[in-house]
């Protein structure tokens, strides 16, 4: 904001004149259309959408905060230009995850001294008191000048007003604050309370009360563009699903709307908007709203007042597969089965990692193979068929590349459904898909066209040579008839070496014979020939090309293409799709049903009592637990590498699954995680190293340490039955003795050190292998914990040596600092021990606890590498699962470690798109504050977990934001590889799970829920009728079967703060917690 400052605003709003000039946003008043300031920032927003199109999105964030000051000789169009110019940092901010924006909400409350801890009482005393302070002072800030969003934020000071320049950063952090507010408004489902917290937030930055009659017009607009925000950012999502379910839901809300009892909830809804002194609850300014207006608002409000009441009749109808397909969470959105080789979607040319995705960017073809969440290059999608219409019947007017044949498509026509995709190009050509477990099948139907001299156009399907991010070495394609064959040679798109893979597509739907076939290259198609080679040419160069056919469709205008794919052979990619897709012209819907009935069943052991929990959050449920199915992918049958009862593919990666989307199958598929983990072993029995990334058939990049290990480990201490673990502890104990000639892609590097120093140096003297050297800190924290577990293996399966495992699980101690602080902006954060690097002499070396963090930079294998992966040493400090006792006591003891948690997950230090954080969200019952997780849990959810097209913190990785989400949900979360599930309060009345391998079921109950999530902290608790005291339980709760009891309140109570009622820790060599092997 410009001079005039917030009292300036304030008394602009209240006058009215700039919000009562007819029906022109107060952004875009017609005065300033032709205004060189209003063209400046147009232009502005264009060069940072291009940017952001392009992936650019920290280049998009600086060009809008170096706009410069505002050039306006009216003060009222400078306030209003000003705004404008902050609804489009607001749509960066959408992109970029506002973390700026939420750093300078956490500075703000921490100047006023303010956490999320406080009670509701603590903070109404401490908006009182932050109003009575910059009211005392508001005429000296009132006239200062403001300057831009731009730079870092400082932690501030305390507040002192006759320090120089203290006010007006005072003034600058009162307007951040309500930015970063505004973006929680945007984004969160529970909007009524999110609404609440914005007002109430409004008050302790020390803007007025909202009693005035110009503040309740300023609330009510803040409130509008909110809900306006709220309504446009999920009309696209609605209006993409299914049109069957779109027509329920308004048989259902039409229903609703006449029903007694839905007036009675909307009265309710308004009493409650005048209780939280949300304005007009009661008063005339709201009654005085245009329906329009009073139809946004109450849109904003009411998306928790019409809830399900009883779990969906069919549990699909609650599952979104575009969740996520938007703003990095790179989701698979098309067709396929549970864990199922064939994965249909259309392709874009935007943010393609996943194949499909809603940022609004071109079709470039419709492609049988993709990965799911996965970052840096897109995976898979490769050879994508275009279909089109080529003017005047002419071949030299089809467009082959993907740069000329990149089409729109309409955005109210994606249907997104277990087993099902479809959509409709702006030229009116329509796809839908669906698949079987090797093979798809696509409907192409075409509009009615004519040439100018009559004669229909001739509807034409091309195939195209290559993958998504084009790293086709070289391949073939030739047609016969209406069969195109071929294969290519393609790089894995996180990993070393290469896979070749084979295809055959049929066509079917047509008359007559072919109208004609060929090949093409580049830009250019001819019919002579039917078959072609390409490779890379001189200095590697990427020639495009591939066939076409084109076919004389019958009345209906829709031509059926049948892919069959193999990793094997041409022979057998036909073959699969002959086998599997015998009669394509008539069973798609078949093959639908099919898809959906195969959901259904893997769906099936959860049951849910909703309650009156909101649609939006059971469908955030329903769609995060089939996002942790999607993937590792069963290749069974198709690997030519060896040949082997089962193989599963797609563990991308075991870094991020490993954490809680690979235990969450312990518990709902434990058949199908045996042969996934088999998979696992006969990998290490061909290739001699069990891997930690694997995808397309090939070796993935090594993140950490060897978690292998721990997947092996977790699945043994919970029961999964079919594995030979006298393999398992061979493939472990290789992993923990034996260096690979290269460790950047298996096993582990440095191990001479690790056996001689206790610890990874950083610049290690490593002359066994090679790898990327660096990563000395988290690879020393996650070889600890690899470790820890093959002790704990080894002392299960009553091996001799597992004692040295044990206490090798104790290396994390020898790079703890003690005496190390982190300063954050030239303010110490007041915290003292960190991890810290140290050379092969024992010295020390030194990384700033907040490199690789949101505010100081990403770091990677290849960008940015430091002593960290993908995390800071803030986030890493709290990853010692093993033996969280000992952490807790390095780190001042219980309170001291909350304060230390609270801090980090306060601030914007904090990346809960990234796996490492998920388990430091449950850590508070370590230190006997088990109310506080439960708190924490839901600080995430909704608000960075929900329905949205952007409603993921980051990748999804193979689903593991799904399962994040989905555990939260339910109530519990692993300690991976330990045989222990952290309690919180699920997010339903009730969930039960029922146990594919034993049928027994396991209820979480929770008594006096409160679906408004005010109770959510656990009072007592009864296990099978008997009072149960500990803050966790064990894997035998769902394979034995109970009834878990949670009696809530709305404060914290003594449950589960004993000592004894804590997770164990390993301390003294005893196992952390014995899994019992009954039921």
Known sequence: MSTGGILGLHRTLEDGNNYRRGSTPPGEPP?????????????????????????????????????????????????????????????????????????????????????????????????ENARRLIHQHMNQIDGQALDDRG??????PPYNPNADGKVSRWKKLSVKYEWSLHYTLKLSNECATEATVMLKARAEVGLPSPRGRGVERYNHSGLHKGAKNYSNG????????????????VRRRKKSERDLESKNRLQKLLNRAAHHHIPGGQGAVFRRLSKHVMFRLLLALACIAWPITAQAADVLDLVDPLIGSNG??????????????????????GQNTGGFSTDGSNVIGFSSLHDSGTGGNPSLGNFPLMPQLCDENDIANCSFSKQARATPYRNDSVVARPGYFALTLENGISAEMTVSQHAALYNFKFPDVNTSHGPQVVPMVLLDLTDLWDSRQNATFEIDGTRMTGNGTFLPSFGAGSYELHFCVDFFGHTGPVYDSGVWINERGGVDQKKIFVTRGFNNFYLQAGGFIRLLAESNRTITARVGLSYISVNKACQNAQTEIPTPLLGFNDLRTAAEDAWRGKLSPITLDAGDVSEDLQRSFWSSIYRTMISPQDYTGENPRWNTSVYYDSFYCLWDQFRSQLPLLTILDPSTYSDMLKSLLFTYQNEGWLPDCRMSLSKGWTQGGSNADVVLVDAYFKN????????????????????????????????????????????????????????????????????????SLGRALGKDDYEKYLARGNNWKNLFKEDQTSIINGTDSGFVGFFQPKYLNATWGFQDPISCSPIAGFCSLTTNPSETFESSIWQYQFFVPQDMETLISKLGGDQRFVDRLDYFHESPLVDIGNEPVFLSVFEYHYAGRPALSARRSHSYIPSRFNTSYIGLPGNDDSGAMGSYAAFNMMGLFPNPGQNIYLIIPPYFPSVQVRHPATNRTATIRAENFDSAYNDIYIQNATLNGQPYTKNWIGHEFFTQGGELVLTLGSEESQWGTAVEDRPPSETGGELAAEPSWEG
């Open 720 to 791: 999964v039955s079919g594995v030979d673990w006298d393999l398992a502890w061979e493939a472990v104990l290789n992993d923990a003795e034996n260096e690979p000639l290269e460790w950047s892609k298996e096993g582990r590097g440095g191990l001479v050190s690790w056996k001689n120093l206790n610890y990874i140096p950083a610049l290690d003297y490593d002359y066994l292998g090679f790898g990327t050297n660096s990563r000395s800190i988290s690879r020393t924290l996650e070889y600890s914990y690899n470790d820890y577990c093959i002790g």
């Open 31 to 127: 005065v300033l259309v032709e205004h060189a300031e209003y063209k400046r920032l147009l232009e502005m927003e264009r060069r940072a959408r291009e940017l952001i199109r392009q992936n650019e999105r920290k280049r998009a964030e600086t060009i809008v905060l170096s706009a410069g000051p505002l050039d306006f000789e009216n003060e009222s169009l400078r306030d209003r230009m000003d705004g404008l110019r902050r609804g489009y940092r607001d749509a960066i901010a959408d992109w970029y995850e506002c973390e700026s924006m939420r750093y300078a909400h956490e500075m703000a409350l921490h100047h006023l001294g303010a956490t999320d801890s406080e009670t509701h009482r603590e903070q109404e005393a401490r908006s």
């Open 328 to 349: 990095g969470g790179n989701v698979f959105c098309g067709a396929t089965l549970p864990y199922g080789f064939a994965k249909a979607s259309a392709d874009v040319d």
């Open 151 to 156: 730079g870092q934020v400082d932690a501030p």
């Open 234 to 249: 999920h009309k696209e999502h609605k209006i993409a699903r299914n049109k069957a379910n779109v027509a329920a839901a």
